[in-house]
Structures are given as structure tokens and as C-alpha cells.
């Protein structure tokens, strides 16, 4: 079993993808077959300028153009959804994910399997691990990083240099200061405010509507109390 397949199945396990997601990226693989009487999904891959490449393949199932543009490279499966601009030099894993009304400021990379709700965000340099999932209208900073599994809610507001830690789980509406890290398996709450430079230890559990101050830190298993100022 190669990586690529053992990341696939990793992942419908820990309930970051569906079955039939999943059936389609081994598919795609030659891992894994698809369901019977269910044709594969076509592959399409924009190579940029600088391999010679010209934009190559079919439609999504769906009828709609998967290559948005050239000089995007897409992976197998991968949908991005019409009118959404992504920039020359993007890379866009297999089985990603990219709804209406996202704006992408500048070339960026999304992982494998990561998800981009409606009108969400994502400006420059910000990246997007696999299997990470973005709620609608939520806005990633300027260099943000949001690591593999990661979960950002809906309206939740991410801004420079954060950086939110594999498997964390961001709440609706939350807001994470500049600077401020998330490490892996944190939970913070709806309506939360983490201040700039604070940080937020592994597995640790911020209540909703709680603020943590700048330059705090939550250690490993902390418990900030829901509405408590840290």
C-alpha cells in the first residue's frame, strides 16, 4: 500500500472524508476501484507554463469545468466551483473541495481533501493542509497556516501568521489574533478571541465566548472556563 492510499483510507476513518470521496480518490489511485456501475471520475491536471503544459481532461460529474483556468495544477477529483478565481500557480490537491463565492488573493496550495465553504476567504500566502475543512464565510490571514484535519468554523476570523495545529477545531464565529497558535487537537469554542501572540496548548478546551489575553498560553489539556478571561 502505497502513502497516497494509506492517507485516503486514514482519513475516511477518522470521518474527514465520505465513502464515496474516498472510493473515488483510490479510484483515482488504482488503488480501489469504483462502486459497480459507477463510472470514475475523469482526471484533470493544469500544468503551469514552466513544465510546457497545457490545461488537459474533462468535466466534473456535475457538468461544469474542473480546470479553472491554466497554469493551475488540480488533482484527481479535485472541483472548484464556477466564477471562483484561483490564481495562476495554485496547486489544488485530489479530492479537494472549492465552493461558490471563495476568493483566493494570491497562488496558493490545498491540500488533499481539504473542503472551502461558500464566500470564505483566503488571502495571500495563507495555506491549507489536507484534509482540512473551512467554513463558509470564514477568513484566513495574511500567512496563515491551517494544518492537516484542521477545523475552522463558519465566520471564524484567522489573521496573520496564526497558525492552527493538526486535527484543532476552530469554532463558529471565533477570532485568532495575529501570531497566535492553535497546536494539535485544541478545541476552541464558538465566539472565542485568542489575542496575538497567545497560544493555545495541545489538546487544551476553550470555553465559547472565552478571551484569552495576547501573549497568554494555555497549557497541554488546559480548560479555559466558557466566558472566562484568561
Partial sequence: MNNDTQRVLEMLSEGKITVEEAERLLGALGGHG???NQPPDP?????TPEDGGQESGGEHDNGEPIGPSPGIRMGAGAFVSEGVNVPPGSVIG????????????????IGMGAFIGEAAHLMKDCKIGEGA????????????????GAVIGEAAQLSRD???????NIGDGAKINAEATIE????????????DGATIGMGANIGEGAKVSPGKHVPKGGNVPAGAIW
Fill in 34 to 36: 469504483p462502486t459497480p
Fill in 133 to 148: 475543512n473551512i467554513g463558509d464565510g470564514a477568513k484566513i490571514g495574511v500567512d496563515a497556516t491551517v494544518e492537516m
Fill in 162 to 168: 496564526c497558525k492552527i495545529g493538526t486535527g484543532a
Fill in 184 to 195: 494539535k487537537g485544541a478545541l476552541v469554542g464558538e465566539g472565542t478571541e485568542i489575542g
Fill in 43 to 47: 482526471i484533470t491536471e493544469t500544468k
Fill in 94 to 109: 485530489m479530492g479537494a473541495n472549492i465552493s461558490e463565492g471563495v476568493v483566493i488573493e494570491s497562488a496558493i496550495e
